[in-house]
């Protein structure tokens, strides 16, 4: 598991930091920032708290290299983080079942 309990943590290794603010969520790795959101896109579009949650489990179990890796490979962030990830998959698997 590579989640840090502060940011200080994430210098020497590669592991993750979130920080959830009522504006905002930020990951950082490194000691520098590797993505945020805030408020206003999932307010506009609630499909981005699927995309938040799976880069967030994503930085946990693959670490902060991987995590910023695919951030910063543009092609590659919808397919890795987008709607049809496993977590939103099982999510709306459940909810089918409950019909």
Known sequence: MYL???????LNSDKVYVEFYRDGVY???HKQELVSWVS?????DPAVVHIVVNAILFGIKYGASALART???SNRWAETFG???DLVEAND???SEEN
């Not at 840090?4 to 994430?10: H, I, K």
């Open 83 to 85: 709607p049809q990830d």
């Open 40 to 44: 206003d896109e999932w307010i506009e």
């Open 4 to 10: 840090a309990t502060n940011l200080e943590e994430t």
């Open 93 to 95: 698997e459940d909810d």
């Open 27 to 29: 990951i950082y790795g």
């Open 71 to 73: 951030v910063w490979s």
